[in-house]
């Protein structure tokens, strides 16, 4: 249970009691009032008939029946007798009991309304000559008690219903406004969610919307940073240091991945040219450090716009080691194939390095197919055993060989 519910249940309880308790107070104030009511009362009509019967001029009995058969039929009373000094019963008259119940007797046991009785001497100036009793009916008492306790029940019913809704009304609205003012921060919380910059319209929850704004704000930071520390890490492993472009095994891994993912709608066959230099330890010699780094920087940016512009094949670039380059070349016949390597020549052909003695770095270039499920990696040394059995020539002729695997491997075919 919530604490919400759990103080409202508290404060329904204390509620419960406190009517209950008004309640029963209520009518017991009530019940003494009746009662004292009905003493006066009781007490007045005794004094006022005994002091009646008592003067000279009503000393007659049928004055006296008179009197006395007059404030009995005023229907408050239960019984007016009058008896003599030796006992003898000189008027008698007694209410007969009523044959309705409009007071319940459970009510009755529960708030006794006590029938009161009063007795008075008559005299005949200094002689006494009888003793009046007045028995004053609670008929009335207890009906107007029994219906001031149902209603005052039906009130307290009513206030307790009243109070009931209030209280569903209550947690209602709390839930609602908990959802509106924590929720939503609380969800955007971690997520690409934009929490509103706005104090609660609820006093009680500032303190807690503040709070989960800071704490969304130093997620959010954290998230970039680690954010910003994946994609350094992920550059570390899958890229080259100084040219940026994908090693060898995110080279690999990207092309067989891709293959994979295009099934046996892969379309036209693909190719694969290795570049290398063949001067790079002597360009390492002849330039310091970091002039080497932009160089090479710069060689690889240029695979990447001789192969972009114009290009209808889909080209992945990498750097494979120090000195070898590579260039996929996806759905492209011979013909596109040769073209693209023909124009990363020409684009390598600007970015050699001059020597003192007039010569210049020099390239070495071999291009041959490649086919979904075929062996790369047995494809990429095979590109490399025959950029070796070369040698050193002076010229930068494209060698195109056969597919890694179909035995054309012994004798190469023309250059192009």
Same mark, same amino acid.
């Given at each position: 249970?919530?604490l ?9 309880i ?18 003494q ?9 009781g ?30 039929? +005023?229907g408050?009373? /239960?019984?007016? =007798?009058?008896? #003599?000094?030796?006992g003898?019963?000189?008027? @008698? %008259?007694?209410? !007969?009991?009523?044959?309705?119940k ?18 008075r ?11 009046l ?6 008929a ?16 307290v019913?009513?206030a307790g ?7 569903a ?12 003012e924590?929720?939503?921060?609380l ?11 706005? +104090?609660?319209?609820? /006093?009680?929850? =500032?303190?807690? #919307? ?6 969304? @704000? %130093?997620v959010? !930071? ?20 100084v ?8 080279f690999i ?5 891709g ?10 066959s ?11 330890t ?16 710069g060689?690889?940016?240029?695979i ?36 693209l390597?023909?124009?990363?020549? !020409? ?10 003695d ?5 390239w ?37 060989i ?15």
């Amino acid at each position: 249970m919530s604490l919400l519910k759990r103080l409202l249940m508290s404060v329904t309880i204390i509620m419960v009691c406190i009517l209950v308790g008004t309640m029963v107070v209520s009518m017991g104030a009530a019940r003494q009032y009746l009662n004292g009511q009905l003493q006066s009362q009781g007490d007045n009509a005794a004094s006022a008939l005994a002091l009646l019967l008592s003067q000279p001029a009503n000393q007659d009995p049928a004055t006296r029946e008179t009197l006395m058969t007059a404030l009995f039929d +005023s229907g408050q009373f /239960r019984k007016i =007798a009058l008896e #003599s000094k030796e006992g003898a019963v000189l008027f @008698a %008259r007694t209410l !007969a009991p009523s044959s309705g119940k409009p007071v319940p007797e459970w009510f009755r046991r529960l708030l006794p309304v006590a029938p009161v009785t009063a007795v008075r001497d008559i005299t005949d100036g200094w002689k006494q000559v009888g003793e009046l009793t007045v028995v004053v009916d609670d008929a009335s008492a207890a009906e107007a008690l029994w219906r001031g306790s149902s209603q005052l029940l039906v009130l307290v019913v009513l206030a307790g219903v009243v109070w009931a809704l209030f209280v569903a009304l209550l947690v209602n609205w709390f839930e609602r406004a908990l959802s509106r003012e924590i929720r939503h921060q609380l969800e955007a919380v971690g997520h690409d969610l934009e929490i509103q910059k706005e +104090s609660s319209s609820l /006093r009680e929850l =500032a303190d807690v #919307s503040a709070a989960i704004q800071d704490t969304e @704000a %130093r997620v959010r !930071a954290t998230s970039k940073a680690l954010n910003e520390r994946i994609d350094s890490l992920e550059t570390e492993v899958n890229r080259d240091p100084v040219t940026k472009l994908p090693n060898r095994r995110y080279f690999i891994d990207e092309i067989l991945r891709g293959t994979e993912s295009a099934g046996p709608r892969a379309g036209r066959s693909a190719y694969v040219l290795l570049i290398r230099q063949r001067d790079l330890t002597r360009i390492n010699q002849a330039m310091t450090r970091p002039r080497t780094d932009q160089w090479l920087y710069g060689v690889g940016q240029s695979i990447v716009q001789a192969t972009g512009s114009g290009a209808e094949a889909a080209c992945l670039v990498a750097r494979l080691n120090g000195s070898d380059f590579a260039l996929f070349i996806q759905k492209a016949g011979r013909d596109e194939a040769l073209r693209l390597a023909n124009a990363v020549r !020409a684009e390598l052909s600007r970015q050699r390095v001059e020597w003192e003695d007039g010569g210049h770095s020099r390239w070495a270039y071999a291009l041959a197919s490649w086919a979904p499920g075929h062996d790369l990696p047995g494809l990429l040394l095979t590109l490399d055993l025959s950029l070796m059995r070369l040698g050193s020539p002076q010229s930068d002729e494209i060698h195109v060989i056969g597919p890694a695997g179909d035995g054309e491997q012994d004798g190469l075919p023309p250059e192009v």
